[in-house]
């Protein structure tokens, strides 16, 4: 093997450390010092009954609801054509009623599919991630709008032809005379403001709290549009199979929504009672918030998955952000460790112990259950390196591992000392690439030098958007294939 880059810092793994008779963890007495629970020696494993591993993702369940969601669209498009007759379309403006009853379901069908998206579905979540579930809603995004407003312009036109009035004579006797129509433009309004806000450009330019209550009215946009299609839509209401396919539809979405999104996170808070223990700073700016909680033995959790954090304090407590566990949970205490971004991030130094939490998840696929082989490289910078410190803890211990972690100085490394203590108990291997990225690079032949196995391995990558995208294509170039580099982007 040929000697490291002069400024890079190669850690071996140190010896195991000793095995001492553990004592229940007590709480730190200061902010400075760290909880004794999760310093990733075996020592402090005392606190832990026995703790629930995370669900395995079932991928099939995940392609059994994809193949229900090609097969609604199908069943939508064939109910629309098979309910037009000759005679409906030889009828004035016959053909752009039905172009506008086509526009007009496909759209509510795209509006539904959005919704169940970001349904946060567990079988969902855990199979393909929230991330890729995030940029699927937002790829099919614009359709539901343009397809309505395609469904306004036809349905104008072909009512105007049926009444021989002129297109803005109808568009006003639509507005005057047909309230669920009035409703429905409003929804249309809606739908069109959380579009634009979503756009990339002006989604930039906006916070992301401001970005989110906009997003709110969707579903506002959404029980005006469910009361149009009750009122007016002639196919739903005389043909019962449109009927009980439409009803069914909607009520699955509001069902769904309601489960997931309401219920399983009060039922969860309801039983872990959260409430945060100690803040320690880590390095400087990035503090571990560990909470502690009843029953948390119960909480079926993944190394390298997050949940949504809300603190209930003053200013906090109606926003909630998506942090990953530091740690595995060892019950009753729970770990994230939060970099100082923003407003909220900030914000999290100052918690106070005995504050309430309210978590939603565990979400994410960035979990041992994605590898394919039993060699795994983790490879991650700034507080990228906290979920790779969780799934280094729960690979199995027949997986070969190798850590690389990246930072300007050894100080910005955080958790360090967790991540070597790790790594040596499973006789792994520890490289720390210290320095300014042009001189310590992390090209393909370093990682092929430092890993010598890297083509056959599964890569984890965490850390800011630039290095993920770098070593994504670094260890590309090195030979790894794409279905084995594992990435999480700390921004949706
Ligand atoms: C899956 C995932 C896991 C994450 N895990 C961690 C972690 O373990 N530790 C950590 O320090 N950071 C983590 N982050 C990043 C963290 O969520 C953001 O830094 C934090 O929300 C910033 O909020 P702010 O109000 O402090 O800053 P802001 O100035 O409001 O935002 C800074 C950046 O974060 C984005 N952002 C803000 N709020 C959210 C939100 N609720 N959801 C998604 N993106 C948001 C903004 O678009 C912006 O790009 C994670 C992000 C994601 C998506």
Redesign the pocket.
Known sequence: MNPPPPTTELRPASPPTSAKPARPATLPKSSKQRHPVFTGSATTKAPSRTRRAGHAPRPIVADALGALGGLGFGLTLALVVINETPGSLASPGGWFNAAGRLTGFLGSYLMLMMVFLIARIPWLERAVG?DQLVRWHRRIGGWPVIFIALHIVFVTLGYAKMDGVGPLKQLGIFVMHYPDVLASMVAFALLVMVGVTSYRIVRKRQ??ENWWAVHLYTYLALALAFAHQVVTGAAFLHHPMSRTFWIAAWVGAALTVLAFRVSLPLIRNARYRLKVVSVTEEVSGVFSIVCSGQKLSRLAVSGGQ?FQWRFLTRGLWWQ?????L?ALPNPPYIR????D??????SVARLKPGTRVFVEGPY?AFTHHARETNRVVLVGAG?GI??LRAILEDLPTTVDVTVIVRGSNAEDLIHRDEMAALVSQRGGVLHELVGSRHKVKLDAATLRRLVPSIATSDVYVCGPAAFTDHVTATAARAGVREERIHT?V???
């Open positions: 929230q916070s992301y997050f909630a952000h998506p942090y990953s530091s994230v460790t939060v970099k971004l923003g407003d909220h991030s900030g994410g507080v906290t979920p999480e700390f921004a949706f």
